[in-house]
């Protein structure tokens, strides 16, 4: 079944880090822009780090920027999204989405265009002690 899938979730306490993977089953991940989400309760949905595939450059949100890190590999399928120094405010369940017609990785993070191919059903970071 194609679809795009998210794991590495859980809980940590504040300071601590995750490693959140993005994987894409039965699809190449190579002409796609890549965006991860957070959405936490009564709170909008944020893109907060975004890529483009094909040539690696990347977007982070203030809200992120210096803490986390989004990388992909080379097997065209996988997209990661590296979490340092993760505070109590880092608390929601974070989506990776992928879109084929969306060129800016700007755009995806800031959804300037709906997101439409390929969401993931989210995976949950708590950050609490």
């Known amino acids: 079944q194609l679809r795009v899938e998210e794991s590495g979730g859980g809980l940590v306490q504040p300071g601590g880090s995750l490693r959140l993977t993005c994987v894409a089953f039965g699809f190449s991940l190579r002409h796609y822009t890549i965006g991860w989400f957070r959405q936490a309760p009564g709170n909008e949905r944020e893109g907060i780090s975004c890529?483009?595939?094909?040539?690696?450059?990347?977007y982070y949100s203030d809200s992120v920027k210096g803490r986390f890190t989004i990388s992909t590999d080379s097997t065209e399928k996988k997209v990661y999204l590296e979490m340092n120094n993760l505070q109590p405010e880092d608390t929601a369940n974070y989506y990776c989405?992928?879109?084929?017609?969306?060129?800016?990785?700007?755009?995806?993070?800031?959804?300037?265009?709906?997101?439409?191919?390929?969401w993931g059903k989210g995976t949950q970071v708590t950050v609490s002690s």
């Open positions: 890529i483009k595939y094909s040539d690696g450059s990347s």
């Open positions: 989405a992928a879109d084929l017609d969306i060129e800016n990785e700007k755009e995806i993070c800031r959804e300037t265009q709906a997101v439409e191919d390929w």
